[in-house]
């Protein structure tokens, strides 16, 4: 059994900042890629971020020179620096680990709004 546990979202100010960590354990056969996706209301879930094992980060358009994406191998855990947020960052935020299958977290919230 893996699990996948996801923290730091939160109400945040526009032009603010957040962290998000998740971090995966269990049963694992060696994690390629984790990333985050989110889903806003009304929308499909989106590609935010991702890193392979081997450090190569891949980003949404509209998240490029705003969010940083980083990984601990040995830990298991990804992180997301997320600054200059804007109300359309708003979404819940999920965290997705590539293994032998994929496994998503629960998901944290992110709201934008003054």
């Known amino acids: 059994q893996v699990q996948v546990v996801e923290s730091g979202g939160g109400l945040v100010q526009p032009g603010g900042s957040l962290r998000l960590s998740c971090a995966a354990s269990?049963?694992?056969?060696?994690?390629?890629?984790m990333g985050w996706y989110r889903q806003a209301p009304g929308k499909q879930r989106e590609l935010v971020a991702r890193i392979t094992s081997g450090g190569r980060r891949t980003y949404a358009d509209s998240v490029k020179g705003r969010f940083t994406i980083s990984r601990d191998n040995a830990k298991n855990t990804v992180y997301l620096q997320m600054n200059s947020l804007k109300p359309e960052d708003t979404a819940d935020y999920y965290c997705?680990?590539?293994?032998?299958?994929?496994?998503w977290g629960q998901g944290t919230q992110v709201t934008v709004s003054s």
């Open positions: 269990g049963r694992l056969f060696g994690i390629y890629a």
């Open positions: 997705n680990v590539e293994d032998r299958i994929g496994y």
